[in-house]
C-alpha cells in the first residue's frame, strides 16, 4: 500500500511538473518593433526585433539593487544588476546579437503606457562594431504603447541610470542621440492584477488558489490496530481448525492520498492568510487464502477506509530565495470530519460471513509545514511542501452489521464506536451500551503529507 502511495504521488508530481512548463503557463508579454535607419539623406525601417518580457523588476528587486550600491559599490551593483533576467529583446533574422533584458518597468499613461527596459551597454549589432563609453555603461529602450497595443519607442546605445525614490530605474543621461523604433506593436501581454501601483508592478498582496495533491504517511492507534485485530483474530481462527494458508497479505492504515485547495489573500509582500480544505482518504486491502483441499481454495478479505476532510485557518510567511524561488512557512488550525469504514468477508466452500462498520465523528486540529515555489510566470507558481497535522478526538458513532450464509444469523446495531484495547488483538466495534473495560475509540491522528501542486495569482 506503502509503494502503491508513492508511486501515485510521483506521477502526480510529474504531471504537474509538466503542466507548469507548458507553454501556455510561460506566457509572458511579447512585443515587435522595427528600427529606423538613415541612409544618407532618407530614412528607412531595417531591422525588426521581438521583445519577450517574463516580467518586471519588483519593489523588492529594487530595493535590493540600492542597498548593494550603498553597502558594497558598483562592482557588487552591477553583478546584481546583470543577474536579474526580465526578458530578452532579438532580431528576427538578419546578423544581431540577442540581448538580455535586466531591469523592466511598467508606467502607465494617458494613452497606453510606458516600458522602459535597461541592460548592460554592448554591441547588439553584429555587422557595426562599436567602441563603449564606460562613462555610460547602460543601455535603454523605451517603448510608447497606446490603448490598441500600437506605439513607437527609442534605442538609446549608452547611458547612465538613477534610482529614483519611486523605485523605478530610469534614465539620468545619454551619450549619442537615441535610434528611432517604428510599428511597435503588442504580440501578447497578460492581464494585470486590478490593484497594482502606480508603476504598472504587480503587487505582492492580492489573493491566489493553491491546488495540489500527494501522498499522506500517518498513525492512527486505535483505528489501525483494532482494524489488524479484525483480520488477526479470524486469522488464528483459521490457522487453529487446521486449514493450509496459502497466501497472506496484510497492509495497514498508515498512508494514503490527499488532495487540497487553498484560497490566499496576501496582506503584506510576505505574509497571508489562507483558508483551505484537505480530502484524505487511506483504503488498504488485505488478503487471506487458504484451504482444506488445494483445488478448492477459500479467502478473507478486508477492507477498512479513513477518510478524513479538514476545514483550515491559517497564516503562511514567503522568504525568497532569489527571482524565482521562494521558501515559505504555514501554520493554523482547523476542524476535522473524520469516516471510518470497514468491511470484512469470508468465504469458505458453502458458507460465509460478512461484517460491516460505519462510523464518524468531528473535532478540532492543527496543522504546519513549509516548502519551496518557483515562479513559472508573475501569475502561476510551481511549488512542493511538506505538512505536518495533528488531531485527536474521539466521539464516533455509526452502524455495524454482520450476517451469515446460508445459515441466516445476522444484527444491526446503531451506537458509538469502541475499542477493545485489552483483547489480543485488540479490535473496534459498535455498541448501543458502554461495556466494562473498554473505552470509545480516539482517533490520534498524527501525519505528514508530501505534495506537490500550483498556485494562481490574482
Given amino acids: 500500500m506503502r509503494k502503491q502511495t508513492v508511486k501515485n504521488c510521483l506521477v502526480f508530481t510529474v504531471a504537474i511538473v509538466c503542466l507548469g512548463s507548458s507553454p501556455f503557463l510561460w506566457a509572458g508579454e511579447r512585443f515587435e ?78 494613452k497606453g503606457k510606458k516600458i522602459l527596459l535597461f541592460t548592460s551597454s554592448q ?26 497595443g500600437k506605439g513607437k519607442g527609442k534605442i538609446y546605445e549608452q547611458v547612465s541610470i538613477k534610482l529614483n525614490p519611486e523605485g523605478i530605474v530610469e534614465m539620468d543621461s545619454y551619450n549619442s542621440p537615441p535610434l528611432a523604433l517604428r510599428e511597435v506593436r503588442v504580440l501578447a501581454q497578460y492581464k494585470r492584477n486590478v490593484g497594482s501601483d502606480d508603476t504598472g508592478e504587480p503587487r505582492f498582496t492580492g489573493f491566489s488558489v493553491k491546488l495540489s495533491g500527494g501522498a499522506s504517511f500517518f498513525r492512527c492507534r486505535d483505528f489501525e490496530q483494532g482494524s489488524r485485530g479484525e483480520f488477526e483474530v479470524r486469522v488464528e481462527d483459521i490457522v487453529g481448525q487446521g486449514f493450509t494458508i496459502q497466501k497472506e497479505q496484510f497492509y495497514s492504515l498508515d498512508s494514503g492520498r490527499e488532495i487540497a485547495a487553498d484560497l490566499i489573500y496576501k496582506i503584506t509582500p510576505r505574509i497571508g492568510i489562507s483558508l483551505g480544505v484537505d480530502i484524505g482518504s487511506a483504503r488498504p486491502e488485505s488478503i487471506l487464502v487458504f484451504y482444506e483441499n488445494a483445488q478448492y481454495p477459500f479467502s478473507l478479505q478486508t477492507t477498512p477506509k479513513l477518510q478524513t476532510t479538514l476545514i483550515r485557518l491559517g497564516i503562511l510567511y514567503w522568504l525568497p530565495l532569489g527571482r524565482m524561488f521562494s521558501f515559505y512557512i504555514n501554520g493554523g488550525v482547523g476542524l476535522y470530519r473524520a469516516e471510518y469504514n470497514q ?110 501542486g500550483l498556485r494562481f495569482k490574482f
Fill in 33 to 110: 518593433a522595427r528600427l529606423l535607419a538613415q541612409s544618407g539623406l532618407s530614412e528607412e525601417l531595417a531591422t525588426k526585433f521581438e521583445i519577450f518580457l517574463e516580467d518586471y523588476t519588483s519593489t523588492e528587486e529594487f530595493l535590493r539593487l540600492r542597498e548593494v550600491f550603498n553597502k558594497d559599490g558598483y562592482g557588487s551593483f552591477m553583478n546584481a544588476f546583470r543577474g536579474m533576467n526580465k526578458g530578452s529583446l532579438s532580431p528576427i533574422g538578419g546578423r544581431g546579437i540577442k540581448i538580455v533584458i535586466h531591469a523592466a518597468h511598467s508606467i502607465p499613461t494617458d
Fill in 123 to 148: 554591441t547588439w549589432d553584429a555587422d557595426t562594431p562599436r567602441i563603449i563609453d564606460w562613462r555610460f555603461p547602460f543601455m535603454f529602450f523605451e517603448l510608447d504603447i497606446d490603448h490598441k
Fill in 343 to 452: 468491511n470484512l468477508s469470508l468465504i469458505m466452500e458453502n458458507e460465509g460471513e460478512n461484517l460491516g462498520q460505519i462510523a464518524k465523528a468531528w473535532g478540532p486540529g492543527i496543522h504546519g509545514g513549509g516548502g519551496f515555489e518557483l515562479a513559472l510566470n508573475p501569475k502561476v507558481g510551481l511549488f512542493i511542501e511538506a505538512q505536518g497535522r495533528y488531531a485527536r478526538f474521539d466521539g464516533f458513532k455509526g452502524l455495524e452489521s454482520f450476517n451469515t450464509f446460508p445459515v441466516v444469523s445476522d444484527y444491526r446495531r446503531e451506537g458509538a464506536l469502541y475499542y477493545f484495547e485489552n483483547e489480543q488483538p485488540p479490535r473496534l466495534a459498535i455498541l448501543e451500551d458502554e461495556p466494562a473495560g473498554v473505552r470509545k475509540a480516539v482517533l490520534d491522528l498524527q501525519s505528514l503529507s508530501i505534495c506537490a
